[in-house]
T-cell receptor, first 110, second 114 residues
Framework: GQQVMQIPQYQHVQEGEDFTTYCNSS?????IQWYKQRPGGHPVFLIQ?????EVKKQKRLTFQFGEAKKNSSLHITATQTTDVGTYFC??????????FGTGTSLTVIP | NAGVMQNPRHLVRRRGQEARLRCSPM?????VYWYRQLPEEGLKFMVY????????ESGMPKERFSAEFPKEGPSILRIQQVVRGDSAAYFC????????????FGDGTRLSIL
């Protein structure tokens, strides 16, 4: 089946450092969504990217969609302890299934 | 607006028993998805339903697992004759439309099999 890979699987950063997670697919993505799951919590929708090369910002978070629509990234500037959690990308298409990436678990060391 | 409601939050069953997990979607949402998540792992798609219809159940084991979303009432994920390997968190999500719409997740049901 289709699979969306994320790297890295785990990331430990000092508070204040930047963090980036990458999402890669072997096929062209129709669009991509990003979710955050806090430890013990449920996934929460962050954003959706649709256009090739699209860049969207939410405060310290910057989301990019690759020109070829095969990859995406989430960058967090100056991490805070509230950023702790697992970040998932997900391919949302007009079909029936919803493919979540493998996730990147972020730990922020105060 | 109430969010996606799942119950129970925690469910303990002995091997061989049945587990019923319930999910009420957000108001106005008619699309429901069920996912399974093991500790330290991602979300694995199980089934996608609309009211009274199963649209895609390709991620659900063919034996012991079933799902429904009746005209009235919550969506139900049913696991018969549970085994230890069924222990996991089961999340339900709803959306206002198919495919490319954002999904809103419930708090999940943590199923433990003794």
């Amino acid at each position: 089946g289709q699979q969306v890979m994320q790297i890295p699987q785990y990331q430990h950063v000092q508070e204040g450092e930047d963090f980036t997670t990458y999402c890669n697919s072997s096929t062209t993505l129709s669009n991509i969504q990003w979710y955050k799951q806090r430890p013990g919590g449920h996934p929460v929708f962050l954003i959706q990217l649709v256009k090739s090369g699209e860049v969207k910002k939410q405060k310290r978070l910057t989301f990019q969609f690759g020109e070829a629509k095969k990859n995406s990234s989430l960058h967090i500037t100056a991490t805070q302890t509230t950023d702790v959690g697992t970040y998932f990308c997900a391919e949302a298409n007009t079909g029936n299934q919803f493919y979540f990436g493998t996730g990147t678990s972020l730990t922020v060391i105060p | 607006n109430a969010g996606v409601m799942q119950n129970p939050r925690h469910l303990v069953r002995r091997r061989g028993q049945e587990a019923r997990l319930r999910c009420s979607p957000m108001k106005g949402h008619s699309h429901v998805y069920w996912y399974r998540q093991l500790p330290e792992e991602g979300l694995k798609f199980m089934v996608y339903l609309q009211k009274e219809n199963i649209i895609d159940e390709s991620g659900m084991p063919k034996e012991r697992f079933s799902a429904e979303f009746p005209k009235e009432g919550p969506s139900i994920l049913r696991i018969q004759q549970v085994v230890r390997g069924d222990s996991a968190a089961y999340f339900c999500a709803s959306s206002i439309g198919p495919g490319d719409q954002p999904q809103h997740f419930g708090d999940g049901t943590r199923l433990s099999i003794l």
